[in-house]
C-alpha cells in the first residue's frame, strides 16, 4: 500500500479501494445496508460503492477511516485476475495523482521502470470517449437510506437514477 502512494505521488490521507471479481466476496470485507440488488444493479460496472469497511479487511488500507471503497469492475480481465487472488485488490487508476485516467498500458509507460510487473489486459474503456477518463462515479452508501456522490465519474446519470427511483434513497444533504 505504501508503495502505491510512494509510486503515484499520492497524499496518504486519500484512501485506496478495493478490487473484487464478484458481488458476493464484498460482504467479506463491507458491512453492507442496503439489498443485494443494489449491489448487483451497479456491479460489475464503473461504479465505486462506499461503504463501511468490516474487520477482515487489511487494517493498513486506510487506517484513518471506518469506510472504503469497493470496485467490481466490468472488464473480464480484472475481475479474473481479482478472483484469482485470495484477498482483495487495492486499486487506484494507472497514473501520476491529479493526471488523466489511462486505459492501455501505454499510456502509463513512464511508470513502468518502478514496477515489478505490468500486464496488458486490453483498454478499460473506450480510448476515443473522453468520459471513460472520467473515471468510476464514486457513491457513498454507507448511511442508509441515503446516498452521497463523492465523484460524479462516467456514470452520474443512470447510478442516481437507480438510487432514486428504484430504490427510494435520498442525496445525503436532503
Same mark, same amino acid.
Given at each position: 500500500?505504501?508503495?502505491?502512494?510512494?509510486?503515484?505521488?499520492?497524499? +496518504?490521507?486519500?484512501?485506496?479501494?478495493?478490487?473484487?471479481?464478484?458481488? @458476493?466476496?464484498?460482504? *467479506?470485507? $463491507?458491512?453492507?445496508?442496503?439489498?443485494? @440488488?443494489?449491489? *448487483?444493479? !451497479?456491479?460489475?460496472?464503473?461504479?465505486?460503492?462506499? %461503504?463501511?469497511?468490516? @474487520? @477482515?479487511?487489511?487494517?493498513?488500507?486506510?487506517? &484513518?477511516?471506518?469506510?472504503? +471503497?469497493?470496485?467490481?469492475?466490468?472488464?473480464? &480481465?480484472? *475481475?479474473? !485476475?481479482?478472483?484469482?487472488?485470495?484477498?482483495? =485488490?487495492?486499486?487506484?487508476?494507472?497514473?501520476?495523482?491529479?493526471?488523466?485516467?489511462?486505459?492501455?498500458?501505454?499510456? &502509463?509507460?513512464?511508470?513502468?521502470?518502478? =514496477?515489478? %510487473?505490468?500486464?496488458?489486459?486490453?483498454?478499460?474503456?473506450?480510448?476515443?470517449?473522453?468520459?471513460?477518463? =472520467?473515471?468510476?462515479?464514486?457513491?457513498? !452508501?454507507?448511511?442508509?437510506?441515503? &446516498?452521497?456522490?463523492?465523484?460524479? +465519474? $462516467?456514470?452520474?446519470?443512470?447510478?442516481?437514477?437507480?438510487?432514486?427511483?428504484?430504490? +427510494?434513497?435520498?442525496?445525503?444533504?436532503?
Amino acid at each position: 500500500v505504501r508503495s502505491i502512494y510512494r509510486l503515484k505521488g499520492r497524499n +496518504g490521507a486519500k484512501p485506496l479501494a478495493i478490487c473484487l471479481g464478484d458481488v @458476493e466476496r464484498l460482504y *467479506r470485507y $463491507c458491512r453492507v445496508n442496503v439489498p443485494d @440488488e443494489l449491489l *448487483r444493479d !451497479l456491479l460489475p460496472g464503473p461504479v465505486t460503492l462506499v %461503504l463501511q469497511r468490516s @474487520e @477482515e479487511l487489511n487494517k493498513d488500507l486506510n487506517p &484513518f477511516t471506518s469506510l472504503v +471503497g469497493v470496485r467490481i469492475p466490468n472488464h473480464p &480481465f480484472m *475481475r479474473d !485476475l481479482a478472483r484469482a487472488c485470495s484477498g482483495p =485488490l487495492a486499486l487506484t487508476s494507472a497514473n501520476i495523482s491529479s493526471q488523466g485516467s489511462t486505459l492501455t498500458v501505454w499510456e &502509463f509507460q513512464d511508470l513502468w521502470p518502478q =514496477l515489478s %510487473l505490468v500486464i496488458d489486459g486490453g483498454p478499460i474503456g473506450d480510448i476515443q470517449s473522453p468520459e471513460c477518463r =472520467l473515471g468510476s462515479t464514486v457513491v457513498d !452508501l454507507s448511511v442508509s437510506g441515503k &446516498f452521497s456522490i463523492i465523484r460524479p +465519474g $462516467c456514470a452520474l446519470t443512470p447510478t442516481v437514477e437507480i438510487l432514486k427511483k428504484k430504490y +427510494g434513497l435520498v442525496p445525503e444533504s436532503s
